[in-house]
């Protein structure tokens, strides 16, 4: 084997062992089913648990026409890198073809890695982290209690 294909077929099992780029984590959306109620009644039980659980609100809220509802981000900041956090919500509504109600949260969530300012907003280092699922159940649990109980009025 020549110097030259030696040299080719190292650089290649080097570029093969080097880590891949980092790429954004996959979505993580629990859904669960709920009795059928009117848009208005969702949009209101959902804008309650997320003032409830610290989501802030942001214009324009409710989307009709695709279903779907987002809040702003949450954020806790903490002194250490990598230990600060701001998490949002998406929230999806369908209904089947028999009149079910479906509903499909998800909890994004990113993690603070600045080192030099970690407790100042304005230097956060937003970078994505995997999705937090169990706060998405908890929000579903909440939404759920509420159109169960008929807590909108």
Known sequence: MSITKRCVAIAAMLFLTLPS????PDSIWVESGAPTVSRRVLWEVTRMAFEREGFPQIAPGFDPANNTVTSGWRTELAPFSGQGFRERAWVKYSTSDEGNLSIEVRVQREVNKNLARPLDPQYADWEE???SKERARFLLQVIKGSLVSGGVS
């Open 129 to 131: 982290a995997r999705d």
């Open 21 to 24: 780029c980092s790429s954004t």
